[in-house]
């Protein structure tokens, strides 16, 4: 799949309009033609992968009705202590805060959800499905969530993935196929233990969100963390913050020098995520954010709720021959 634009990731399907990972929210970006559709995945207890953001259930599904004796001490619902067949039980939702309230009051209403928690394996299915029964070919973009966590609760993540993946015929689509983590020892495992042939990206979060253990993505984006990267990695996936800090006083835009630095060894950068109804400070508009990235920081893909809007823009904006 040669695509001569920034590429358009659906971030987690099109969820700037439906519940974010349900089926009719990838089917709904492919018919808005994303280039790649993504999967957030983690394991149940029987060890399959599922397609859900979180390693909680709550914030989007509603497992605290249908089990409510099944949180631990920390009150949370791990996907990780439900078995498949108790998943199926479940209906997906539009994400919410502890409160109740929606996370994002302007999309689809947080009402109990139309659709399940879905398998990557249905999943893939239904992206290969529709990529034979439409004139659009779309990607998967797998990330796999807190591998460091299921390692510690005895499972294997980047392991089931990849088996998954080759079960399905596409461990070996290089051009349709993308593997994200934010730890680097999963994607170590995956091209050195797995030998993977998929292109890995490397996320980048901030130390001070404290989410993913030990990992200092402080020197990462040093030039020595960016030369580890590139020696196991074939791209960044950075927060968009990470590339453009904000106005100056004079109201012009800062740009970090991360996504030079990048270029300069080679890597690939897929920024994340581009919100419509969520934009950076500074920025005026969804297209004057694209026109930033596209143009200016030249940036090889987004992650976005908005792929139909990110698509158009990255046709208006791509400066690529
Ligand atoms: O994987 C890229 C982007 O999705 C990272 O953020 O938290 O939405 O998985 P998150
Ligand atoms: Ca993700």
């Given amino acids: 799949m040669a695509?001569?634009?920034?590429?358009?990731?659906?971030?987690?399907?099109?969820?700037g309009y439906l519940p974010?990972?349900?089926?009719?929210?990838?089917?709904?970006?492919h018919a808005l033609k994303a280039d790649f559709i993504?999967?957030?995945?983690?394991?149940?207890?029987d060890g399959v992968p599922i397609v859900?953001?979180?390693?909680?259930?709550?914030?989007?599904?509603?497992?605290?009705?249908?089990?409510p004796r099944r949180a631990r001490d920390d009150g949370r619902f791990y996907a990780i202590d439900f078995s498949l067949a108790e998943i199926r039980q479940l209906r997906a939702h539009e994400r919410r805060k502890p409160d109740g309230t929606a996370v994002f009051p302007t999309?689809?209403?947080?009402?109990?959800?139309?659709?399940?928690?879905?398998?990557?394996?249905?999943?893939?299915?239904?992206?290969?499905?529709?990529?034979?029964s439409r004139e659009h070919q779309a990607g998967l973009y797998v990330e796999m969530k807190a591998s460091a966590f299921h390692r510690n609760e005895g499972q294997d993540l980047p392991g089931a993935v990849m088996t998954v993946l080759k079960d399905s015929g596409w461990a070996n689509r290089t051009d349709l196929v993308f593997l994200q983590s934010?730890?680097?020892?999963?994607?170590?495992?995956?091209?050195?233990?797995?030998?993977?042939?998929?292109?890995?990206?490397?996320?980048?979060?901030?130390?001070?969100?404290?989410?993913?253990?030990?990992?200092?993505?402080?020197?990462?984006?040093?030039?020595?963390?960016?030369?580890?990267?590139?020696e196991y990695a074939d791209g960044i996936g950075p927060w968009l913050m990470q590339l453009y800090s904000g106005p100056n006083d004079e109201g012009e835009a800062r740009l970090t020098d991360l996504a030079r630095r990048a270029?300069?060894?080679?890597?690939?950068?897929?920024?994340?995520?581009?919100?419509?109804?969520?934009?950076?400070?500074?920025?005026?508009s969804f297209e004057e954010l694209h026109r930033l990235f596209f143009e200016d920081l030249q940036v090889d893909g987004v992650f976005s709720d908005f792929p139909d809007q990110s698509r158009t823009l990255s046709e208006c904006f791509s400066t690529r021959p």
């Avoid at 979180?54 to 914030?59: K, M, P």
């Avoid at 994340?272 to 005026?284: E, H, S």
């Fill in 107 to 132: 999309r689809f209403p947080a009402i109990d959800g139309l659709s399940g928690v879905p398998t990557l394996a249905e999943e893939i299915a239904l992206i290969e499905g529709l990529n034979q």
């Fill in 3 to 15: 695509i001569e634009r920034p590429i358009i990731i659906a971030h987690r399907g099109a969820s």
């Fill in 263 to 284: 270029k300069e060894r080679g890597l690939l950068i897929h920024p994340y995520t581009f919100r419509a109804d969520q934009l950076p400070p500074g920025i005026d």
């Fill in 182 to 230: 934010f730890e680097p020892e999963a994607l170590r495992q995956l091209k050195y233990e797995h030998k993977t042939v998929l292109p890995l990206i490397q996320l980048i979060a901030e130390n001070a969100w404290d989410e993913n253990g030990s990992v200092d993505f402080d020197a990462m984006r040093s030039d020595a963390g960016l030369d580890a990267v590139a």
């Fill in 20 to 29: 974010e990972h349900t089926l009719p929210a990838k089917a709904l970006a």
């Fill in 38 to 45: 993504e999967q957030d995945v983690v394991l149940t207890s």
């Fill in 52 to 67: 859900l953001h979180d390693i909680h259930l709550e914030s989007t599904t509603n497992v605290a009705s249908v089990f």
